[in-house]
């Protein structure tokens, strides 16, 4: 089925102590679900589990991320979450912090007949 993609956000999450990816990854796609919204559902009366939701998180280990953990923080649409490398670990004072980045992406089956409701 062909797809339009209706938004990519980004996000940046970290963990200050604990040198944990998943939990900086989480962070970071928290940070991109607060820069966005996606009013067209109610408006167009789409339900929610026909978006495609696509999450790529970076990091420099991403064998060391939980994808289900990942997974289970979207809250709508069908998600497909990956982990490439990327990212920061950056020492400080005898620590590491993670840094991730996060890009998340909304697809909807292409609407040929879109109409706004009242």
Known sequence: MTEQRLIIEMGMGNDLHGMDYTK???RAIEDAFRHSSLPIFGVLDLPHDV?????TV???????????????????G????????????????????????ASVEAFLPVQSDWVLKD
């Open 24 to 26: 900086a990854a989480k």
């Open 51 to 55: 978006m495609r939701v696509q999450v």
């Open 58 to 76: 970076a990091v420099q280990d991403p064998d060391a991320i939980d994808l289900e953990a990942l997974r289970a923080t979207l809250p709508r």
């Open 78 to 101: 069908k998600a497909d979450v990956r982990a490439v490398h990327g990212g920061l670990n950056v020492p400080a004072n005898g620590e590491t912090i993670v840094v991730a980045q």
